[in-house]
T-cell receptor, first 114, second 116 residues
């Protein structure tokens, strides 16, 4: 069975500082990996996804993530955070391309301080 | 608005009552998914449809839950005899099932259910 662990429940970062959110997955086959962002009371917005190819994936809003098979990780990074990046971030894994029976992590809440 | 639309956005109901949520996917999206998200947790897969066929149901979907997509367009999720543990946000999402790898799935803004 597929599963996702996001070790950090809450991260506080200063505006302009870098951000890294950790994600570890468990899945026997080739994983299809996603990062989503959710603002309070809202649905999910896709930041980026990894299906194959280059292990460094660029997404929207200046985010990127790196797939490391040896570490079963797919960490999300942003070089310089903006106050608008305050939100909850979810990592998810899917069983195959175009199959969206996703397993989500519990999420990491990001607070941005001025 | 051409996004995934969910209605109602918020629902407060008494325990034991039935509730129904509606999801209108993006036009021509043939796959539709339902997820449930409780406070402090990530979404959990409930069920999905391809056109009007319900292809899979999670074991989270108890007998009190039923989902339909009668004409392959909008979908409804009904919860009968609601319990306090049903309090959650119910998310709908849609995508196109094609042979192209990497189609994007689009989520609605969710329907919040509070059972009192």
């Amino acid at each position: 069975a597929q599963s996702v662990t996001q070790p950090d429940i809450h991260i506080t970062v200063s505006e302009g500082a870098s951000l890294e959110l950790r994600c570890n997955y468990s899945y026997g086959a080739t994983p299809y990996l996603f990062w989503y962002v959710q603002s309070p009371g809202q649905g999910l917005q896709l930041l980026l996804k990894y299906f194959s190819g280059d292990t460094l994936v660029q997404g929207i809003k200046g985010f990127e993530a790196e797939f490391k098979r040896s570490q079963s990780s797919f960490n999300l990074r942003k070089p310089s955070v903006h106050w608008s990046d305050a939100a909850e971030y979810f990592c998810a894994v899917g069983p195959r391309a175009n199959d969206y029976k996703l397993s989500f992590g519990a999420g990491t809440t990001v607070t941005v301080r001025a | 608005d051409t996004g995934v639309s969910q209605d109602p956005r918020h629902k407060i109901t008494k325990r034991g009552q039935n509730v129904t949520f509606r999801c209108d996917p993006i036009s021509e999206h043939n796959r539709l998914y339902w997820y449930r998200q409780t406070l402090g947790q990530g979404p959990e897969f409930l069920t999905y449809f391809q056109n009007e066929a319900q292809l899979e149901k999670s074991r989270l979907l108890s007998d009190r839950f039923s989902a339909e997509r009668p004409k392959g367009s909008f979908s409804t999720l009904e919860i009968q005899r609601t319990e306090q543990g049903d309090s959650a946000m119910y998310l709908c999402a849609s995508t196109v099932r094609t042979g192209i790898v990497g189609n994007t799935i689009y989520f609605g803004e969710g329907s919040w259910l509070t059972v009192v």
